[in-house]
């Protein structure tokens, strides 16, 4: 079961190798649109967009776990040990979580205190 994880792990980073400067650009890119949200908008409700991007984020995760095992070719019927369900559920909960932290930023400029 261990080993499982651990393999698992050891595969997510591998595959994420060749594109980390791709993932170090977003993280970038996601704390200058923090920057830029709190410097445009200092009054801004933040409160105001949460729902907004919440509901994008819940989005993306929804699609990311019907949409994933197609996407490396598999099926749900492939999944049958713990491990297998919990990166199934584990992956598509990380996509709505970035999806909900990148889009809250500028849903927060957008939706301005009047």
Do not use: E, H
């Amino acid at each position: 079961m261990l080993y499982n994880l651990w393999l698992g792990l050891n595969i997510v980073i591998v595959m994420l190798l060749p594109v980390l400067w791709l993932v170090g650009l977003l993280a970038l890119a996601w704390g200058a649109t923090l920057v830029l949200a709190l410097l445009r908008a200092p009054k801004a409700q933040w409160r105001k967009a949460l729902p907004t991007s919440a509901l994008i984020g819940l989005v993306g995760m929804v699609l990311a776990f019907v949409l994933f095992p197609t996407l490396v070719g598999s099926s749900f019927a492939d999944l049958d040990q713990f491990a297998d369900w919990l990166f199934a559920i584990g992956i598509p909960v990380g996509v709505g979580v970035v999806l909900w932290a990148a889009t809250w930023p500028g849903l927060t400029c957008l939706k301005k205190a009047a």
